[in-house]
Nanobody
């Protein structure tokens, strides 16, 4: 299971740190992705990390503002979100996959999803 947390209400320009913790298993060998879904919009890729290697990828819309990291000992992945914009408002989900890295941004390849944590950025 995955447990996402850390969402909240923040003003534009502010920061939040999301966490995604695995329970009942390990993230070793998996790739973990963060996705978001705003009301009326499709789920979109935000960032991903190879849990065992550390390679990362970001959507262009968040590159330079968001940073994904991991705590191997705690089977937890973090998403540090800085310089937040109103358009970052969405429910953020974490999920795991073993798909090849070239397909990492496709949410259809992810099997286990966390429950989502809501991020609201006010202008």
């Amino acid at each position: 299971q995955l447990q996402a947390s850390g969402g909240g209400l923040v003003q534009a320009g502010g920061s939040l740190r999301l966490s995604c913790a695995a329970s009942g298993g390990t993230l070793s060998g998996y790739r973990l992705g963060w996705f978001r879904q705003a009301p009326g919009k499709e789920r979109e890729f935000v960032s991903a990390i190879m849990f065992s290697g550390g390679t990362t990828r970001y959507a262009n819309s968040v590159k330079g503002r968001f940073a994904i990291s991991k705590d191997t000992a705690k089977d937890t992945v973090f998403l540090q979100m800085n310089s937040l914009k109103p358009e970052d408002t969405a429910v953020y989900y974490c999920a795991t996959t073993r798909i090849v890295w070239s397909e990492i941004a496709n949410h259809e390849h992810y099997g286990v999803w966390g429950q989502g944590t809501e991020v609201t950025v006010s202008s």
